[in-house]
């Protein structure tokens, strides 16, 4: 009876699929396996270890690595603790290249003392399960993707193609999913096309979409950016990218998304709204300086003027002279958004045209003190420099009439400007300037929740008194002029502290 249970248990270990084998507990040798393990070990160890070779030797020999711990390590675990441990899901490329997933095993065999006598090892081959669940997770995520009015395009890693495209981004590509399928993302233009985006954008040009997918798949990540997609009908469609690279749990990239929105209605919108604003705009212009040149003209008389009549005139040119102030922003605004902003640069010398502004607005306030101080030049040296002279005049007339603007109490207000010489390691031993220039004020201070925003256009301190005219403009056109030199704003500033706006340029002498 004894005879027959013992045979009827080997059969069940020689047929059954799971693997199944025993271990010496102290050298960790293989005492015994049945053929299912012994078939999951050919797949990772070395030939002279195969079809049964390894009985009688320890793991130790075998130099086994799973994923990224090896296996030595968790014989000593469970041989040390007595505690089993279970490995899930493990992937395994067999010698012809089919990756297989398993589950297994370690746990103890004590004998009637207690001792840890073996270690018993079980694998289950679970590769259909797992393909199974990845294939529903695959089908449930491509049923939600491709009902998105979001195009959405993956690209493979390794092979640079694409491997995923949903219907909205085939559509907006002009192309369809099948033709898109499989494509090398750089093979979608010309090599030399990429190559002349290396500064994206910077000549207005529309950067090719398929760059941010191969921006991403360099480990890039890309948040919105706005670009035309042209078809072969010659439709145009504008459109906001994001792109990003997708990563596995150990951190190899594996591929990359992209995200592609249709924004031509809302670009459409804003198209007809910049127009109106130009429009309604320019048709101000010549009527307002007419009424200022009247009222200049009739001030300047030969006929004597009582108080009350020469006090009104100058207060509509006073008023006159701000609205034509507000209309110029606005039309600078729209010629910006329009693209039509040009620079007009020539060589002039910034230290003295930053001297000549505060001198220009000290004598408009009596309420502030205005300081210039420079550092690292002397007030007789010259900063010969390429400049738009009448934007940057605009930049630190903005800056300045805002330091006293929102420094209602008066105050001193410090104009600095530093000039520095830096060496380029890269271009090695050649030598530029850069200069600093700061307008520091003791006002009202900014929110540090304003901060990110103060540059942007209609953005307006949520804080401040709204008596205090403004449209929040100024500082927008502050940025893109100083941008469009090289430059760079930020500021310094907190509540009931006083702001620092600095503005940082790119000394070049010639072009
Ligand atoms: P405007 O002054 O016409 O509102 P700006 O674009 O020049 O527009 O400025 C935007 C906003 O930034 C202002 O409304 C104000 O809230 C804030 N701001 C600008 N300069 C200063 C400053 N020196 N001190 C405090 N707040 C400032």
Redesign the pocket.
Known sequence: MKIRKQLYADIILQHMPVGAAIYDAQDWRLLAANPCFLSYLDTFVEPRWQHGQAVGHSITELHIQVQTSDVSDIFARVAQSGQAERVESMAILTPQGTLTYWNWTLDVLRDEEGHIQYLLQTVIDVTAQVRARRAAEQQRLSTVLDQLPEGILMADAISGVISYVNPTAAHFLGMTQEQLMGMAVSRLQSFDEIEACNQPGSDGSPVPWNFFLIQALSGETIRSKETVISHADGTRLNVLISAAPLYTSNGMMSSAVLILQDITEQKSVEQQKNEFLWMANHELRTPVTIIQGFAELLVQSEHGLDEETRSALLNIIEQSEYLSGLVESMLDMTRLEQQQFQLQLAPHDLLALVMRIVESQAVTTSLHQLRFVTEGIATTDELICLIDRERMTQVLS?LLN??M??SPQGGTIEVGLRAMARTSRQQGSHTYQEALIWVK?Q????AAA?IPH?FDRF???RV?DRSMS???????IVKEVVTRHGGRVWVE?APGRG?T?YLWLPLKTQS
């Open positions: 903005n805002n330091a603007k929102y004020d006002g009202i201070g900014i304003d103060i953005y307006r301190s401040i403004g449209f929040g403009i100024g500082l927008y500033s702001s706006f």
